[in-house]
């Protein structure tokens, strides 16, 4: 990604930048036990309908989340919020949190980022999109486990992760499908649409994952 801030940007080095901008990040970051971490995620599984063991809250919704009063105070702009109990090794922590630092990285730094193009592929039907910082940050997230000798495990921990998904979601009552699948702006009742999203999500790992292994093994 090009790293350089448009003309009237002050001209600070971008590593400056960019020690910041994930300063900023950390400071932001929480990480949670399960049964707090849930009640946190509570609107976007109501919407969604699908997990994550990690997600970005606005600040914007803090007022009116309905257990706000587990954000916490001290927070700036936004909450980033693991759930610790989701993984089964200390240091896929790590690894999540990687991926949503520079998500939001290339999302809204300055100069050239993402934003148009997630703006414009959200636009696109659910099952086409390709959600570009997200894969950008999944190569980084990725690149982190790799370092540490953990990949293998850590794609496999993601595989079950969104096969739990599927099967959640192969066995909820009908009218749950018709709310959450009318949230994806299309076929509204459509429970396999939903599990082709989670196996595309889940396929946007797996590219990336083969390409890291590959590399390894040259």
């Not at 946190?40 to 990690?54: D, E």
């Not at 700036?76 to 759930?83: F, G, H, S, V």
């Not at 991926?99 to 659910?126: C, Q, S």
Request: aromatic content about 12%; overall charge neutral.
């Amino acid at each position: 990604m090009k790293e350089q801030f448009p003309p009237e940007q002050p001209q600070i080095s971008m590593e400056e930048y960019r020690r910041d901008f994930f300063e900023k990040e950390r400071r932001c970051t929480r990480i949670f036990p399960d049964d707090e971490y849930q009640k946190l995620f509570v609107p976007a599984k109501l919407h969604w309908g699908i997990s994550s063991p990690a997600f970005i809250l606005s600040k914007s919704y803090f007022d009116k989340h309905p257990h706000r009063e587990i954000i916490p105070k001290d927070v700036e702009e936004k909450l980033i919020a693991i759930n610790r109990d989701s993984v089964p090794d200390p240091d896929f922590i790590t690894y999540l949190i990687e991926h949503e630092h520079w998500e939001d990285y290339v999302t809204d730094k300055k100069g050239f980022n993402l934003g148009k193009y997630d703006r414009a592929d959200f636009r696109l039907p659910i099952l086409e999109r390709n959600r570009p910082s997200h894969r950008y940050a999944t190569v980084k997230e990725f690149q982190a486990a790799e370092k540490d000798g953990k990949l293998n495990q850590y794609m496999q921990w993601w595989r079950e992760f969104y096969q739990t998904d599927i099967e959640q979601i192969q066995t909820m009552p009908e009218e749950e499908i018709k709310r959450i699948s009318k949230n994806y702006g299309e076929n509204v009742g459509d429970r396999n649409m939903i599990v082709q999203f989670i196996q595309k999500n889940l396929k946007i790992k797996e590219d990336i994952y083969i390409k890291l292994v590959a590399r390894r093994e040259k």
